[in-house]
């Protein structure tokens, strides 16, 4: 799991001072506090799923970029040495008419 109960904590708070905000102006004191404590407890829960689902997607992520990065790599090293020289001699004349 990635991060610690401060992230969780954050999270809820940032969700609770939302749900106070956004219902304090249609609502009473009372029934903002109420409704923003319950979005403080089930965003805390909420959080620790998240928490253990990001770093499985960072890996899955990473693990594909490696493997585009590999094959991409391995394209280059598949031409045979006839194809070499023959780009090889093509590039040399080309250079020698820029020369003239």
């Not at 493997?67 to 080309?94: P, R, Y």
Request: proline share 2%.
């Amino acid at each position: 799991m990635s991060g610690s109960l401060l992230t969780n904590l954050t999270g809820a708070l940032l969700g609770f001072a939302i749900a106070f905000f956004s219902s304090w102006s249609a609502n009473t004191f009372e029934t903002s506090i109420i409704r923003a404590t319950i979005a403080f407890f089930v965003l805390f829960v909420l959080i620790f799923p998240l928490r253990m689902v990001f770093p499985t997607l960072r890996s899955v992520e990473s693990s594909l970029v490696h493997k585009t990065e590999n094959k991409q790599f391995n394209g280059v090293n598949e031409q045979s040495e006839e194809q070499v020289k023959q780009a090889s001699a093509a590039i040399k004349a080309l250079l020698k008419e820029d020369a003239k």
